[in-house]
Every structure is written in C-alpha cells, then in structure tokens.
C-alpha cells in the first residue's frame, strides 16, 4: 500500500512485496485536488460515536499520493484508503508536512491497530501487522484525544459495500 504521502503502493502476497514503484520525475510535486466525500463513524464500547467526511483514496494514484504536500488535516476531516481486498498495509509520510494518526480497519470493520502521531516526511514504514480491509488517516493526536482505541467500530457506506 502506501499512504499518506508514498511513493510506492505495495501489498504482501504470500511473503512476497508486490507493487508499483514510480520514477523518480514522476513523483507528485503538490497536494492532490479533494477527493470525492463520505461520512463515517467511529463508535466506542462505551457507545460515543465520532462522526468524521472522509475523502476516499480507492484509486493507486490517489492512494499513491494520499496527504502528501496538505498543510493541514481539520479535526473532523480525513481520508480513508479502501484496498481492493484485505492485505497488508504499509504507510509511510514522506512528502506528508503533518502529524497522522493511522487507522487500520479489519475486515470485520473493527480497528484492529492504531499509529498515533506518524512523523511528518518520514520513511519509516508504518504497518497494520495484517490484513486490513481499508485504512484511515486522521488528525495526529486525535485517537487519543477522542479516546478512539482497538476494537471500535468503523461504518461507512464504502465499508459497507463487499470488497473487490
């Protein structure tokens, strides 16, 4: 996969690396236009629901190019990565100029990991430890703030929808 701001999409099949890489004069020099809008909810055990738009990053080029170059992520905003099938999704921040917290949907539509406070422009590899069905890019800090944890439950209309 990629993600907020990568420059490969990539997918472990049977413990092989598969992707796309791009060259190098083909890498994105600005933040991509808005992405097409949903909403989708987050609701905890204890039954507090966030209600967050979303754009939907579903094509390899804007999931290629995801947060890259944005200044700014508002606190109700984000943008969900919706893979073709569950797999493995490895994020990263490069080109991305602020903090994220990575959310790692499983195929039950549950969280199944968190990163919080992902380091702007790096490139140290962020995965979701397996298969996922979609992930979500937020606000750094914000999991914690809201008190969004492993386990809550992701809807939304595109989770909604069978994979493939």
Request: hydrophobic fraction near 40%; include cysteine.
């Amino acid at each position: 996969m990629c993600a907020a701001a990568c420059g490969l999409v990539v997918a472990l099949a049977g413990g092989q690396m598969v992707g796309t890489a791009r060259a190098q004069d083909d890498a994105p020099t600005k933040a991509q236009s808005e992405l097409s809008r949903e909403t989708l909810t987050i609701t905890g055990g204890k039954g507090a629901k966030h209600v967050f738009s979303v754009e939907l990053a579903t094509t390899p080029e804007q999931q290629r190019i995801g947060e890259m170059f944005r200044t700014s992520v508002p606190a109700d905003r984000g943008m969900l990565f919706v893979w073709p099938y569950p797999q493995q999704s490895d994020m990263w921040m490069e080109n991305t100029l602020v903090s994220l917290d990575i959310v790692f949907i499983g195929e039950d539509g549950r969280i199944s990991a968190i990163a919080e406070n992902a380091v702007p422009q790096s490139l140290a590899r962020i995965s979701s430890h397996g298969p996922v069905r979609a992930t979500l890019e937020l606000q750094g800090g914000l999991t914690e703030k809201l008190g969004i944890v492993v386990g809550d439950k992701v809807d939304s209309k595109t989770l909604a929808a069978p994979a493939g």
